[in-house]
């Protein structure tokens, strides 16, 4: 294969503040349910890869936390998962809220992105929820080039991820980015993660999509035990939902166990649809004492 007909491949980082629709896209783009979704923000807690394939490459897709400015050091290290990600990806790909007006988070998500070198040949931005109540892409296309000029307004898009608009022309514009070279993934997949962290995954979303006020942010999942069982046609998972305090575990038992049985039916439908085997949960509530505060946690859950 010659360099002028040979494909494309890059890795691209989603990067954004928090709420953006980053994880949405992603899972609109690779057509599977790469990254959960929930209406908390910060939901995603660290670079979750999805695949798109296409006749012209491979597009990587490095969905990242949400830039959030916070001196905790959940946050900060949240920060440094988005950080390490620009860092090592090809291409960086900058979503935008058109339903929110722009604010310190967005000028510093700006500032970071616009000085990035190369900026100017290996950025695109996406204008995301066109198509929410309030919506004005207008603004955000103003705040765009203010500040960052060096984009070219042919490499911004205005789209909806719920909806799926606008996004063709901006995967064309990012294969016209990305350099010729080999697939990094077999063109039959759309994400490498593995089995244990997205089961861990859909059991968090459905938790936090049933949670109120802040207890959402002080649960994380730890899958204990995973088989196949009946010659491989049935995965069994023993996973705790871990929360912060004593007093968290019966907001998320619920009464009579009824809460965290609807967690259990709700994440087992999700996993149904996305692997080939049955699979049954064992869910139990368990309490890490102030595991937002702890380097050995924080190291597993955040870092890869």
Known sequence: MTEDNKK?????????????????????????????????????????????????GQLVFVDTPGRHASEKKFNRKLMEVSNRSIAESDLALYILDASRPPGSEEEETAALLGGLSGAGEKLAAAVNKIDAPGADTERALAFLAEKIPRLPPQRIFAVSALKNQGIPPLLSSLFSMASPGDLFYPEDVYTDQEVRFRVAEIVREKAMLRLREELPHSIYVDVADAELRDGGKRLWVRAFIMVERESQKGMVVGKGGELVKAIRLAAEKDLASIFEWKTDLDIRVKTSHDWRHSDAVLKRLIER
Request: charged fraction near 20%; proline fraction near 6%.
């Open 8 to 56: 494309k491949a890059a890795f691209v980082a989603v990067v954004g503040r928090p709420s953006v629709g980053k994880s949405t896209l992603v899972n609109r783009i690779c057509g599977g349910k790469v990254a959960i979704v929930s209406p908390v923000p910060q939901t995603t807690r660290r670079a979750v890869r999805g695949i798109f394939n296409s006749d012209e």
